[in-house]
């Protein structure tokens, strides 16, 4: 007989009660709150930080801002909602992102639905009751008959397993825990672990202000600068007069940004004018550098060092010491294997004489010390030490929850060897749960706004046909997660160590953590599945 789970609320304490749960009040979370409260459900959000924004909440260090252009990371379902919020530039930072999704909850009356510092200590289904009972770490208890996911990519903090952190006398966090009153940095001794794209926007800032700044460095990066500018009236007008092409070119392009893959072959063109066309798109701001290259660089390791090639001249041209540009330039991975961070004076820091680049490599870290680092060959003082260690992506966040769907399963168990999902919304034996985390290669409102309507069309469908509960079948969890493996065959992505492939966390599965079909083909088999009544989830 299959087990039954329950967890009983504590006696005489209050328990909400509500149609759907929400964990996080991210940019999918406020609009999956928004689409459920418009079909008259009854829906809560549960927010572990003190305000709305999700990573833009949490990461509020110097320098943080959007690498794809704002307007396309704006929502797109409210005419109204575009016409009202001006971008002030064209790649915005951290504060005005973070005011534009309390804007969006202020206007869509969203606050009174979530409740803050609310961080999910378990969610255990019931399946007599049909329901999730969920609890929080201060004792807050709800019980839903959907529970929604909406923690997000890059949200459980990755902290380094170096001996002595705990030692360090001095001020010392993680970038994605930055403080939320101003930290001074003025004549202090600064060092950061790690250079990945976190690191790459806040060094430039940081380096003018600090005494001395040392940076420790693991990995170099194919590091693209970003050509940010201001917004002008004259410009907002032709932005918003633009929204439905704009729009419309991300739902055209693989990974739903304005940019998308040039359709020739790298050595279909002479040297010359390959060339050419790298100096064309390198002028170009965003991610042009990038998703704007011949289609083969992601899959022709050939194509690929050609343009490697010519980004690391780049990155020597803005060195002057040749051995701290060496240091600084990427020989051990394709680009755009790892993310490509995008940075706005980043190589000009390392030409300052008050900041110092350690390889770690060389140099291995040691120990963390009351005073500082200490590595294999010196010792480092330190007033203040920063980790730009990166994050437990895609999965870390919901598995450090206690999830227990039927017969008590932790989810932690169900992807012990990495995540298996259908269509990465749901997992075999987790009822009424859905995933919305934005696993999908894809500029994440874009892919954000697909997946919370199709929550919210099958949730309706579901009322409407009186079903209680949907849950994945397991053979089409296992026909998508072999056909979502076989999508990264001969992808470069695949033979390279990053947090794309959760390697960047000890003891985690190698696996390619996103969707790698494309957006298009995303949302059409969404569409495909939900036209033929959810197949491949069982309804009852």
Excluded at 42 to 68: C, K, L, M, Q
Excluded at 124 to 148: K, M, Q, V
Aim: charged fraction near 25%; aromatic fraction near 14%.
């Amino acid at each position: 007989m299959t087990q039954t789970n329950q967890a009983m609320p504590a006696a005489n304490s209050a328990v909400i009660d509500v149609d759907a749960l929400i964990i996080g009040a991210g940019v999918s979370g406020l609009y999956q709150l928004y689409r459920l409260l418009q079909l008259g459900l009854t829906a809560r959000i549960f927010e572990a930080g003190g305000g709305v924004g999700g990573t833009w909440y949490w990461n509020r260090y110097p320098g943080a801002r959007f690498d794809s252009e704002s307007y396309s990371y704006a929502y797109s379902f409210s005419q109204e909602l575009l016409e009202e919020w001006d971008w002030t530039e064209h790649y915005s930072a951290q504060p005005e992102n973070e005011r534009y999704l309390n804007f969006v909850a202020d206007k869509f009356h969203l606050k009174p639905h979530i409740e803050f510092d609310a961080r999910i200590k378990s969610a255990i289904y019931d399946e007599a009751a049909n329901r999730w009972d969920i609890e929080t770490i201060t004792g807050l208890r709800a019980r839903a008959r959907f529970l929604i996911s909406a923690v997000g990519i890059l949200s459980a903090s990755h902290m380094p397993n170096i001996p002595g952190i705990e030692t360090f006398k001095g001020q010392s966090f993680h970038t994605s825990r930055w403080p939320h009153e101003r930290v001074n940095f003025a004549g202090k001794r600064v060092g950061i672990i790690g250079t990945g794209a976190t690191a790459v926007q806040l060094i430039p800032e940081i380096a003018k202000e600090v005494g001395h700044l040392t940076v420790f460095q693991r990995t170099p990066n194919y590091c693209a600068p970003l050509r940010n500018s201001k917004i002008d009236a004259e410009t907002q007008q032709k932005i918003k007069a633009s929204y439905p092409e704009i729009f419309q070119k991300c739902r055209d392009t693989f990974a739903a940004f304005m940019q998308d893959f040039d359709p020739r072959r790298a050595f279909d063109l002479t040297k010359e004018e390959r060339h050419a066309f790298y100096e064309e798109i390198w002028a170009q701001p965003g991610f042009t550098k990038w998703f704007g290259c011949f289609h083969d660089i992601m899959t022709d390791e050939r194509a690929n060092e050609d343009y490697a090639e010519f980004v690391r001249n780049k990155i020597r041209a803005r060195v002057k010491d040749p051995v701290i540009a060496e240091k600084l330039v990427p020989k051990d991975h394709p680009f755009g294997a790892r993310r490509i961070p995008l940075e706005t004076g980043y190589y000009e820091v390392y030409n300052q004489a008050n900041v110092r680049l350690v390889d770690v490599r060389e140099s291995p870290i040691e120990r963390i010390t009351p005073t500082g680092v200490k590595t294999g060959n010196a010792e480092y003082e330190f007033d203040v030490l920063i980790y730009a260690t990166g994050f437990d992506a895609i999965t870390g966040e919901l598995t450090r929850m206690d999830i227990r769907g039927v017969g008590g399963r932790t989810l932690n168990a169900a992807w012990a060897d990495g995540p298996r999902t259908y269509l990465t919304l749901q997992t075999a034996g987790f009822p009424n749960f859905f995933i919305i985390n934005g696993a999908v290669f894809c500029n994440f409102t874009r892919c954000a706004e697909v997946v919370a309507e199709w929550v919210s069309t099958c949730l309706d469908y579901m009322r409407n046909k009186d079903f209680k509960r949907i849950e994945a079948d397991p053979e089409a969890e296992e026909a998508w997660t072999t056909h979502a493996n076989s999508l990264t065959e001969g992808m470069l992505f695949t033979k390279t160590d990053s947090w794309f492939m959760g390697t960047n966390v000890p003891g985690k599965k190698r696996t390619f953590l996103f969707y790698a079909g494309g957006a298009p083909a995303f949302r059409n088999k969404c569409a495909e599945v939900a036209a033929k009544d959810y197949e491949g989830f069982v309804l009852s």
